[in-house]
């Protein structure tokens, strides 16, 4: 669990600084888009960094896990095995998560 405190500056007024974030993940891309036997995934980073690449069903079912310590990734995913319908490609870092939706046909 995380604790956020804000910083103010000797004016007592927070600091604009202190407020910028960095996003983790850059850039990221998952194709095609329909899929039909494997997902193309490339994501950028801010920094070498701990990443968790999952792929899930709509009711949550595992589908694909990896970890990572990188600062680009480039995936093939396989799909072949899996049933038609939706799933989420899902990024996490430490501090920021992105999610993607990919039909399976």
Not at 17 to 24: A, I, L
Not at 44 to 60: A, D, F, N, P, Y
Request: avoid cysteine.
């Amino acid at each position: 669990r995380t604790k956020s405190i804000n910083v103010r500056n000797s004016t007592g007024r927070e600091d604009p600084e202190d407020q910028e974030k960095v996003d983790d993940i850059t850039n990221a891309r998952v194709y095609p888009n329909p899929v039909s036997e494997e997902i193309n995934l490339d994501v950028e980073l801010s920094g070498e960094m701990r990443v968790l690449v999952k792929v899930t069903s709509m009711i949550g079912v595992s589908i694909f896990e990896k970890k990572f310590e990188a600062r680009q990734i480039s995936e093939v995913i396989q799909m072949s095995g899996v049933n038609p319908g939706m799933y989420i490609v899902i990024i996490i870092t430490e501090n920021q998560s992105k999610s993607f939706r990919v039909l399976k046909l």
